[in-house]
T-cell receptor, first 114, second 115 residues
């Protein structure tokens, strides 16, 4: 595997389900990000992890719970979601400020909440 | 606070014609600027970036963008587009002193290349 991978690519869940999104980066980076991409809206930053520590939470509802067990893996745990949470969830990673924190994105998980 | 405005939501153009996708930003601090491209059902791919130095930056597939500090712009140009350039293009800005690299994105511009 190369770059940033995300699984699953597609997910359909009910409002009472619990599911998790997984992101893995193979670039040796030390920061990871979750973004939400909804139709007709700009990409929204959700969380930032640097060296496995959460450094930014962009006012995300508690039904989204991130986890970063190591610098290569990032999870987004989902529970009791709402239909408006349906979106493309993108993971990204970056190295330090030498490269301006240039972010490289995964292919995304298309989430549909019924 | 920073913001990014992409002035055109859709840009239709014929194959082999030149194109310009406009991006303006607002920031009270020094910035880094990025253009990403998103093909259908895919994630974002980095197209080019401005961090410092020459204000004209180029990508490997013929796109270029010029950082204009006085006009707070970072327009993307290509002298001759191909059908395969059809995609959505996002301009993004980050605070150059940030310790997280937080990106603020524009709404995106859909480039539609017609034969």
């Amino acid at each position: 595997e190369t770059g940033v991978t995300q699984t699953p690519r597609h997910l359909v869940m009910g409002m009472t389900n619990k599911k998790s999104l997984k992101c893995e980066q193979h670039l040796g980076h030390n920061a990871m990000y979750w973004y939400k991409q909804s139709a007709k809206k700009p990409l929204e930053l959700m969380f930032v992890y640097s060296l496995e520590e959460r450094v930014e939470n962009n006012s995300v509802p508690s039904r989204f719970s991130p986890e970063c067990p190591n610098s290569s893996h990032l999870f987004l745990h989902l529970h009791t979601l709402q239909p408006e949470d349906s979106a493309l969830y993108l993971c990204a990673s970056s190295q330090d400020e030498v490269a301006g924190y240039t972010q490289y994105f995964g292919p995304g998980t298309r989430l549909t909440v019924l | 606070a920073q913001s990014v405005t992409q002035l055109d939501s859709q840009v239709p153009v014929f194959e082999e014609a030149p194109v310009e996708l406009r991006c303006n930003y607002s920031s009270s601090v020094s910035v880094y600027l990025f253009w990403y491209v998103q093909y259908p059902n895919q994630g974002l791919q980095l197209l080019l970036k401005y961090l410092s130095g020459s204000t004209l930056v180029e990508s490997i597939n013929g796109f270029e963008a010029e950082f204009n500090k006085s006009q707070t712009s970072f327009h993307l140009r290509k002298p001759s587009v191909h059908i395969s350039d059809t995609a959505e293009y996002f301009c993004a800005v980050s605070d150059s002193s940030s310790n997280t690299g937080k990106l603020i994105f524009g709404q995106g511009t859909t480039l539609q290349v017609k034969p």
